[in-house]
């Protein structure tokens, strides 16, 4: 069956609010874990992962940093408008827009637009540093709005103007505040490059004592960025995926984890820690397949798309891979900077990753499906053990270790 003939109905289940896990455990490394391979289910913590990542395998990581995303602006009447921003507009990449000085245009959505007259221009004053951010309405796109965000002092970047002044874009599930306590634990210890409105949930249980014990076991970890975006918790709402417009995101990957990755294809084992490390490695292999396929004229041809991998040839991992390597040392690119809007859903084929390190995800959502897609029809034996044994879900939830069917490579 081709994804876009999957019903989201058969992919949903009963969350009671009260296994939502609206505040994190006190030590990151305490959450449970389940682990599953080949329809077998244990139980451990986190803290004790490496014991169950096979030696010598690679673990690839999300070091995108959550932003300060909610700006709340007064209007001259001094009632409150909240922005959340989204994402740069006009096709300028993440990295690049943070770095802007004075004044940038965001994607955005806008709580209370309708109180929002267009020429209307809003501000929000900020002591230390002292800057005024003001906001003005460009345009009005598919439901978010492009907005014109300008600050006087020449000194701060975007980036700068958020850390002080915005607020921990929480999930809208957790039905709360952001507390000054998220500040930290809605963020991962190793995070580094700004640009996501949503942590990348896997790696929160992650601490240097793990890392370290990994290190000792010949684990090889590497990093990449995928700056998450709020389409990660829009529902599916559609019957059918065909209908339904997934969300593109920023990737940025170096060459040196393309070629690592490439020299660990068939030799060890591939571990994803999170969806979006998933999608990332994934999207590799897809632009890898354009390049070596010809099905990339230039370098802007290379952005993956929603159906690509159903709808493009498909080639071996190491003939993408280095077909990626070979079109990075040619044009004398250190890193790839791109988008991608991959769907991984039931019917993909994964190309590069053995393992995922997972939360577990809303009912009817796209990550949902993806967890369907690697585990298989397991999926629901997953979820059903998971909420008959006290798993905490969602973001500040506990998680899993899912290994690839053998099936799933083939």
């Known amino acids: 069956m081709h994804p876009k003939e999957l019903r989201i109905e058969n992919y949903t289940y009963t969350l009671p609010d009260d296994r939502v896990a609206h505040y994190p455990l006190g030590e990151r490394d305490a ?10 289910i244990r139980e451990d913590v986190y803290r004790n992962i ?32 909240e922005v959340f921003c989204l994402a740069p507009a006009g096709g300028i990449d993440v990295h690049t827009a943070m770095l802007q000085k004075s004044g940038v245009q965001w994607e955005c959505l806008v709580g209370g637009a309708g109180k929002w007259k267009h020429g209307m221009v809003l501000s929000l004053l900020h002591e230390l540093p002292a800057f005024t951010l003001t906001a003005c309405i460009v345009s009005r796109n598919s439901g978010a709005f492009i907005l014109s965000l300008e600050w006087d002092n020449s000194e701060l970047t975007f980036a700068d103007v958020l850390h002080h002044a915005g607020k921990v874009p929480l999930p809208p599930y957790l039905n709360r505040e952001a507390a000054p306590a998220d500040e930290l634990t809605y963020q991962t210890t190793f995070a580094r490059d700004e640009g996501s409105v949503a942590a990348p949930t896997a790696g929160l249980h ?19 960025t995928l700056h998450v975006g709020a389409g990660t918790f829009r529902p599916v709402k559609s019957a059918t995926m065909a209908e339904h417009d997934m969300h593109a995101e920023w990737m940025e990957v170096s060459r040196e984890t393309v070629e690592l990755l490439l020299a660990s294809i068939g030799k060890r084992e591939i571990i994803a820690v999170g969806t979006t490390s998933l999608r990332t490695v994934e999207s590799l292999y897809w632009i890898g397949s354009k390049l070596a396929t010809g099905n990339a004229v230039n370098w802007q041809d290379v952005a993956v798309t929603q159906w690509d991998p159903y709808e493009l040839p498909a080639v071996d991992a190491a003939e993408a891979l280095g077909a990626l390597v070979q079109h990075m040392h040619a044009h004398e690119l250190p890193k790839l900077v791109t988008r991608t809007q991959v769907l991984i859903a039931p019917g993909y084929r994964f190309a590069l990753a053995d393992g995922l390190v997972t939360n577990f995800h809303q009912p009817r959502s796209t990550l949902l499906l993806l967890v369907a897609a690697f585990a298989g029809p397991g999926w629901r034996q997953i979820y059903d053990y998971a909420l008959e044994h006290d798993f905490r879900f969602l973001s500040y939830g506990d998680g899993s270790l899912l290994f690839l069917p053998a099936a799933g490579n083939q």
């Open 50 to 81: 490496p014991a169950h990542i096979p030696a010598g395998s690679l673990m690839v990581f999300n070091q995108t940093r959550v932003v300060n995303a909610r700006l709340l602006f007064r209007k001259p009447s001094g009632s409150t408008i």
């Open 31 to 40: 959450s449970k874990l389940l682990i599953y391979r080949d329809g077998e």
């Open 206 to 224: 992650f601490t240097p004592d793990i890392f370290e014990t990994l290190s000792e076991k010949e684990i090889t970890t590497s990093f990449v």
